[in-house]
């Protein structure tokens, strides 16, 4: 590549304006206009690829009603009738309260579709209960809180599967279906990890909920267990379109707060309306600059290049798929994940295609990754917000993130190696597909 170029001059600038602490969204779209002015292109075309990708695309409606439905399970009670449930399920084995956490994680990951919902609200909500009296270490509950966390962007609703569906022309639908099981056999691995430290390290135990309250936790819960399932039911049944379903996650999760629970001042709901709209508008300043910049990566003929180069060397769809592993389980140190999900990604689609690579097994294998760069150091996000949440040292939490990490990776590879684990749901509810 002519260090010269157009195109890596748009690099280099990118880069640097990066790391001078320019968010990267802006970054992206003032790296684009360079490239535009310095190729003489019509500078023009950076707003029109903006204004075509956000205002025509319906699918992205669903990113701040998601966002919106667990800003509102948290302002109420909603999350802690949760952790009831959770504890009276698996809280009386020995180290119960981190498997409360996991189990959390699952159900509440039918709810917001972020990590960072998830390490923001009920993980932190977690954090306090583990290390409350001392009862575990507070760098281990920060570690587990932030692996758990990662399982919520894999089990639907998920919103980098609403984006990746964006950029692939992949079904929505069948993604959601598709990540169900994964990010259960995420939430096994973390499970077991658990159960070997709580032996190893003598975790304590909790005291047990009498069998005959658990009718009355399982009531107080029920509203907020049966969201994912309304939500899954209502995309299956062909009555809401996934979208249309976020917005209807959104609206359950007001009704049940404000009207059923009673938990929601206005005040509450004013906070919840205010953070839901800073983090939807940083989200949607990441896409529209990847929106720009894949613009010039498309000008300059990348993906079809990049294409040319793997189809010569001979890959199979197995080899392609342990390449496309490798390199975003290295970029996930350094990078954000929606930045990779939104740039890199692209690229690598037509390749996928080419070799007859099924776009949901691709699009679940690549979420996964992604999401297990947020726990990787040094970059991972999850890592540094758990470090203020917490107030532990990085050093510390990385050294108990680790364990959980390889084993999270184990999974990756057999989600990678074993299509099926991913396919097989979608296709018994009617996905055709490609492979294996």
């Given at each position: 590549m002519n260090l010269a170029s157009p195109f890596s001059l748009?690099?280099?600038?990118?880069?640097?304006?990066?790391?001078?602490?320019?968010?990267?969204?802006?970054?992206?779209?003032?790296?684009?206009?360079?490239?535009?002015?310095?190729?003489?292109?019509?500078?023009?075309?950076?707003?029109?690829?903006?204004?075509?990708?956000?205002?025509?695309?319906?699918?992205?409606?669903?990113?701040?009603?998601?966002?919106?439905?667990?800003?509102?399970?948290?302002?109420?009670?909603?999350?802690?009738?949760?952790?009831?449930?959770?504890?009276?399920?698996?809280?009386?084995?020995?180290?119960?309260?981190?498997?409360?956490?996991?189990?959390?994680?699952?159900?509440?990951?039918?709810m917001s579709g972020s990590a960072i919902a998830d390490a923001a609200g009920t993980g932190k909500m977690m954090q306090q209960l583990m290390t409350k009296d001392g009862k575990y270490p507070a760098s281990y509950a920060a570690a587990l809180t932030a692996v758990t966390s990662v399982i919520g962007p894999i089990i639907p609703p998920s919103i980098p599967l609403v984006i990746y569906a964006l950029i692939s022309d992949a079904s929505i639908g069948y993604l959601f279906i598709a990540g169900i099981v994964p990010g259960l056999l995420l939430a096994l691995t973390q499970m077991i990890i658990v159960a070997i430290d709580a032996r190893r390290k003598n975790f304590p135990v909790e005291k047990p909920v009498p069998l005959r309250e658990f009718p009355g936790i399982t009531l107080r819960a029920f509203p907020a267990l049966m969201l994912p399932v309304v939500l899954l039911v209502g995309i299956r049944g062909g009555v809401m379109t996934p979208t249309e379903a976020a917005a209807v996650a959104a609206g359950y999760a007001l009704l049940h707060s404000v009207a059923v629970y009673r938990s929601v001042t206005p005040g509450q709901l004013y906070h919840a309306l205010l953070n839901s709209a800073r983090t939807t508008a940083s989200i949607g300043m990441l896409i529209a600059g990847a929106l720009v910049f894949n613009y010039v990566v498309t000008v300059e003929n990348i993906p079809q290049s990049l294409s040319v180069i793997l189809k010569s060397w001979d890959l199979s769809p197995m080899g392609f798929l342990i390449l496309v592993n490798i390199l975003l389980l290295i970029l996930g140190c350094v990078l954000e994940g929606t930045t990779i999900l939104l740039v890199i990604v692209p690229v690598l689609i037509p390749t996928a295609e080419a070799l007859g690579v099924d776009m949901v097994h691709f699009g679940v294998m690549v979420v996964v990754n992604i999401m297990l760069g947020l726990v990787t150091p040094p970059y991972g996000l999850l890592l540094f917000i758990m470090t203020r949440i917490a107030e532990v040292p990085l050093r510390d939490l990385v050294h108990d993130v680790m364990p959980f990490l390889y084993a999270m990776i184990a999974a990756l590879m057999l989600i990678t190696f074993f299509p099926s684990l991913v396919l097989w749901l979608p296709r018994l509810l009617g996905y055709q597909g490609i492979g294996p």
């Amino acid at each position: 590549m002519n260090l010269a170029s157009p195109f890596s001059l748009s690099v280099v600038a990118i880069t640097a304006l990066a790391l001078l602490g320019l968010p990267i969204g802006h970054s992206m779209i003032a790296g684009s206009i360079l490239y535009l002015w310095l190729a003489g292109l019509d500078m023009g075309t950076s707003a029109e690829q903006l204004l075509n990708g956000l205002y025509t695309s319906y699918i992205l409606l669903a990113v701040p009603m998601f966002i919106l439905a667990a800003e509102l399970m948290n302002a109420g009670t909603m999350t802690d009738r949760l952790l009831q449930f959770c504890n009276a399920v698996v809280g009386r084995f020995r180290g119960g309260l981190a498997q409360v956490n996991v189990l959390q994680s699952i159900i509440f990951a039918g709810m917001s579709g972020s990590a960072i919902a998830d390490a923001a609200g009920t993980g932190k909500m977690m954090q306090q209960l583990m290390t409350k009296d001392g009862k575990y270490p507070a760098s281990y509950a920060a570690a587990l809180t932030a692996v758990t966390s990662v399982i919520g962007p894999i089990i639907p609703p998920s919103i980098p599967l609403v984006i990746y569906a964006l950029i692939s022309d992949a079904s929505i639908g069948y993604l959601f279906i598709a990540g169900i099981v994964p990010g259960l056999l995420l939430a096994l691995t973390q499970m077991i990890i658990v159960a070997i430290d709580a032996r190893r390290k003598n975790f304590p135990v909790e005291k047990p909920v009498p069998l005959r309250e658990f009718p009355g936790i399982t009531l107080r819960a029920f509203p907020a267990l049966m969201l994912p399932v309304v939500l899954l039911v209502g995309i299956r049944g062909g009555v809401m379109t996934p979208t249309e379903a976020a917005a209807v996650a959104a609206g359950y999760a007001l009704l049940h707060s404000v009207a059923v629970y009673r938990s929601v001042t206005p005040g509450q709901l004013y906070h919840a309306l205010l953070n839901s709209a800073r983090t939807t508008a940083s989200i949607g300043m990441l896409i529209a600059g990847a929106l720009v910049f894949n613009y010039v990566v498309t000008v300059e003929n990348i993906p079809q290049s990049l294409s040319v180069i793997l189809k010569s060397w001979d890959l199979s769809p197995m080899g392609f798929l342990i390449l496309v592993n490798i390199l975003l389980l290295i970029l996930g140190c350094v990078l954000e994940g929606t930045t990779i999900l939104l740039v890199i990604v692209p690229v690598l689609i037509p390749t996928a295609e080419a070799l007859g690579v099924d776009m949901v097994h691709f699009g679940v294998m690549v979420v996964v990754n992604i999401m297990l760069g947020l726990v990787t150091p040094p970059y991972g996000l999850l890592l540094f917000i758990m470090t203020r949440i917490a107030e532990v040292p990085l050093r510390d939490l990385v050294h108990d993130v680790m364990p959980f990490l390889y084993a999270m990776i184990a999974a990756l590879m057999l989600i990678t190696f074993f299509p099926s684990l991913v396919l097989w749901l979608p296709r018994l509810l009617g996905y055709q597909g490609i492979g294996p």
